[in-house]
């Protein structure tokens, strides 16, 4: 029997198979995300933007949502930001909002689903 | 008619394949399990190989649980102990721990262990009745229903689907998939659930084919 518990040893085997180095990520948001898809055996790099409205879960089974409007369509796709098939993802825009869902723009359309811009100003 | 190995079940994760899914799996320690008795043709009419898994202190167990182990010359007793009916038992000695690597990634197991005792559970979580309406003045919910006819035959046709105890009850989920398997840390990723709650105790076999 080994000395750690069960937790433990989940988790070690969790931290393999994650990202050493994920951006920081913050509701309102917007990202990019560079997905790994396969079309007809082959592979290629489709890139989405959109504003994250949610994140849940925590360690490797963390999924953020993201939404964008696409031709007056709103889509939103969930990804799960340890997976090898999420290639990378930036940070295009930082969002200012004051909420930790922000489902309410699913009800919005036109100007109104814009999220207010975050303005950092460097510390000294 | 093949050797399997203990385990203790330590929950649920998920792993990603080499296409980048994400596969669910089941963390299972499972060994190292010293053989503690091995029976054959001569001496027991059988053959099959008695293993035991969890290290312990003498307190836990009996006095011929604790001989029974000394026997096998094992330094340390074990608290569980089981059998595996086997067509070959010539290639093992008493002692020998029995690890992981007799199962390899890829392949397909049954996994037996204790259910989730849910208590005592009525007829929809029991037996998947449908239940009444909710609304319109029912007042049928979640009663079980007629239970048979009337006078003819006057009675309850035995095995009759009813509430009652639910769960703790041994269960085998066959032709699981082993995804990965550890040996320097014994460990055993098994795709999907398994039986029972977390910490208890399991059994791994390969796959026993039925029929055909």
Redesign the interface.
């Known amino acids: ?2 000395s750690m518990n ?2 433990e ?2 988790r070690s ?2 931290a393999e ?1 994650m990202k050493p180095v994920l951006p920081v990520l913050h509701i309102g948001d917007t990202v990019k995300v560079n997905v ?1 898809i ?1 079309e007809g055996g082959k592979e290629r790099t489709q890139s989405y933007e959109g504003t994250i409205i949610s994140m849940q879960r925590s360690g ?2 963390r999924t953020v949502t993201v939404r964008r409007v696409f031709q007056g369509i709103g889509v939103e796709r969930v990804f ?1 930001v ?4 999420v290639e990378s993802m930036t940070v295009t825009r930082l969002g200012r909002v004051r909420r930790a869902k922000l489902y309410y723009l699913r009800d919005r359309i036109g100007k109104a689903t814009r999220v207010k811009q975050k303005i950092v100003r460097k510390s000294t | 008619m093949s050797l399997g190995i203990l385990g ?1 079940k ?2 649920m ?4 394949d080499a ?2 899914r ?1 596969i669910p799996v089941t ?1 299972v ?1 499972a060994g190292p399990c010293p053989v503690t008795q091995i029976k054959t043709e001569a001496t027991d009419g059988y053959t099959a190989l008695q293993i035991g898994f ?2 312990t202190r003498e307190k836990v167990l009996s006095k011929p649980e604790i001989g029974h182990c000394k026997k096998a010359g094992l330094e340390k007793p074990v608290r569980h102990l089981h059998e595996f009916r086997m067509d070959d038992v010539a290639n093992y000695t008493l002692g020998q721990a029995v690890t992981v690597d007799i199962f390899s990634d890829g392949q397909v197991i049954d996994v037996a262990g204790t259910s989730i005792g849910k208590g005592f559970a009525g007829g929809q979580k029991r037996h998947h009745f449908a239940r009444g309406p909710m609304a319109h003045g029912s007042k049928n919910h979640r009663a079980p229903g007629s239970i048979g006819a009337g006078t003819t035959p006057g009675r309850v046709f035995p095995g009759k689907k009813m509430p009652g105890h639910l769960g703790n009850v041994r269960v085998t989920i066959k032709k699981l998939t082993v995804i990965r398997v550890i040996p320097e ?3 055993i ?1 098994i795709k999907g659930g398994i039986p029972g709650v ?2 208890s105790l399991v059994e791994i076999t390969p796959n026993k084919k039925v029929g055909r």
Do not use: D, K, W
């Open positions: 029997m080994s069960a937790q040893i989940i085997l969790e198979q790994r396969r490797i089974n799960l340890h997976s090898p098939r | 203790r330590l929950g994760t998920q792993v990603f296409e980048g994400a963390v320690e969890i290290e840390r014994n460990l990723l977390e910490g």
